[in-house]
Nanobody
Framework: VQLQASGGGSVQAGGSLRLSCAASGRTFSNLSLGWFRQAPGKEREFVAAIGRRSNSYYADSVKGRFTISRDNAKTTVYLQMNSLKPEDTAVYYC??????????????????WGQGTLVTVSS
């Protein structure tokens, strides 16, 4: 699966951004998809995931502020980010799980990764 993330940018605290990740190369509707992020000097961490049936999961740090969604017709997964905080500053990566495993919060569950898009939130 080839993944192309976009939508990153610079925003002030309290603002919003929507990330997109376009997929190709495999039947999109059969994939589970996730978003991870890596802040400067930190390890990559789970942000959100969405299953084949649009069941969604979130890290506690973003719950209530971020929303993951998918459009199977457009083979795209989205991450709507509201009420952004400076601590949300990171490179955001989308990822695809071809086998719909249970450990959606683990990097090793995912088979394919996009190139990352930078989100910068200023105070």
């Amino acid at each position: 699966v080839q993944l192309q993330a976009s939508g990153g940018g610079s925003v002030q605290a309290g603002g919003s951004l929507r990330l997109s990740c376009a997929a190709s190369g495999r039947t999109f509707s059969n994939l589970s998809l996730g978003w991870f992020r890596q802040a400067p000097g930190k390890e990559r961490e789970f942000v959100a995931a969405i299953g084949r049936r649009s069941n969604s999961y979130y890290a506690d740090s973003v719950k209530g502020r971020f929303t993951i969604s998918r459009d199977n017709a457009k083979t795209t997964v989205y991450l709507q980010m509201n009420s952004l905080k400076p601590e949300d500053t990171a490179v955001y990566y989308c990822a695809a799980d071809r086998y719909n495993g249970d450990y959606y919060y683990l990097e090793r569950e995912y088979d394919d990764w996009g190139q990352g898009t930078l989100v910068t939130v200023s105070s």
